[in-house]
């Protein structure tokens, strides 16, 4: 499997609370652009995915545990591994740092669809990408 994935993003006062930590749900948004941002880094296109290969991916399950909050103007440290790699689906590890400090855990089965929202395997050259180190 590929080593450790690592984006950066800054909290923006609209990713807060009015007590200026970041609102719960937003690690969710950061994680997804992180994940986003990860198929870049493989060269897998979101766009030529669905196209090609009629293939999108859609989040099935989401499991977080908040450890520490971020606040405003924070630059957060996110990381991505993949647990497990399946025949559809991709079980990922991802995290939120500050510095030194975990702020946020999530586990995120991504499964692979077609167009009509069925399950279909990953593209094998997708799923080859995805296991290069």
Not at 66 to 80: C, E, G, Q, R, S
């Amino acid at each position: 499997m590929p080593s450790v994935f690592t984006w950066s993003v800054r909290v923006y006062y609209e990713d807060t609370d009015a007590g200026g930590i970041v609102y719960y749900a937003n690690y969710l948004k950061f994680f997804e652009r992180a994940r986003t941002e990860w198929l870049r880094a493989i060269n897998v296109g979101q766009q030529a995915l669905l196209q090609e290969h009629d293939a999108m991916f859609v989040v099935k399950s989401v499991s977080v545990n908040y450890h520490a909050p971020a606040k405003l103007d924070d630059v957060l440290k996110l990381t991505l591994s993949i647990e497990k790699l399946g025949h559809a689906s991709i079980l990922f590890v991802q995290q939120a740092w500050r510095d030194e400090m975990l702020l946020n855990t999530a586990r995120v089965k991504v499964g692979c669809v077609d167009t009509e929202l069925r399950p279909r395997a990953l593209p094998p050259q997708v799923a080859t990408k995805m296991r290069a180190p």
